[in-house]
């Protein structure tokens, strides 16, 4: 586990990002850096490219063109091994609770006597601490999806992305991940996060991304974007209109 955790999280800098199947663009991104502090939430409608997005600055898709660099480094082993990501619907190995940290924590080098203690540590912050032994395959939504942002933290990521992780979930279990998100960012975790939710990018964001058509419409401080957005998608998107 790190000692030292850096004043600002890792930076993110797109360049070009270009995506196109059969002729239709899904992607187009000339520009985007993501480089202050607090979580980033991504905001748009369906098919507007969040998640596309997200799995491209993550590097589990290759742009046809373009560049995503992190804290000025193309995204080599070195830069996807200090990120994390945890899906809308996490596949959880069939063992335990504690089984699937620990196997997280071995693959990082810890010896048993620290992987118990860091076990303990992650369980108690994710409210699991009574599920250690229970089978992770037989929890409830709520709590899967706190066991795979624990499992992905367990790692020690500087940068944490998240696709739609409470979009299924009632406003108990979501506000219990959202505190989740909430202390990895005050550690100095760079947060990207896609929702629907504009609620939910009100209690989190420190910025925001808006897409539409596969581009960028807006992006700045998520109070100015929420409050006063510039672009007639945005405003339409957070009205509740439909964007076309």
């Known amino acids: 586990m790190r000692d030292l955790l850096p004043e600002m999280p890792s930076a993110l800098d797109v360049r070009d990002l270009h995506i196109s199947r059969k002729g239709k663009v899904l992607l187009d991104v000339s ?4 480089d202050g502090p607090g979580p980033t939430l991504i905001l748009g409608p369906n ?11 993550h590097g589990l898709i290759s742009p046809d063109r373009g560049e995503v660099t992190q804290d000025g480094l193309p995204l080599g082993a070195e830069q996807k091994a200090n990120q994390a990501m945890v899906f809308q619907n996490p596949v959880l ?45 037989s929890l409830s939504g709520g709590e899967a999806q706190r066991l795979a942002i624990l499992r992905a933290l367990a790692s020690e990521p500087e940068t944490l992305f998240l696709d739609e992780p409470t979009s299924a979930l009632d406003p108990g279990a979501t506000q219990m991940i959202e505190r989740m998100v909430l202390r990895a960012s005050s550690r100095g975790v760079r947060i990207v996060m896609v929702t629907h939710d504009i609620g939910q ?17 807006e992006h700045g401080a998520a109070k100015k974007v929420l409050d006063a957005p510039e672009s007639d998608a ?5 009205a509740g209109g439909l964007v076309v």
Do not use: P
Not at 204 to 209: K, Q
């Open 31 to 34: 520009s985007l850096r993501l």
């Open 47 to 57: 098919g507007s490219g969040k998640s596309l997005l997200l799995r491209c600055l």
């Open 93 to 137: 190995l069939r063992r335990s609770v504690s089984a699937n940290l620990d196997f997280v924590l071995k693959r990082q080098g810890l010896n048993r006597v620290l992987r118990k203690q860091r076990i303990t540590e992650l369980l108690a912050e994710g409210g699991l601490e009574d599920k250690a032994r229970q089978s992770a395959r």
């Open 201 to 217: 990018a009100r209690r989190l964001a420190a910025d925001i991304v808006m897409m539409q058509g596969g581009q960028i419409v």
């Open 234 to 238: 945005s405003r339409r998107y957070l």
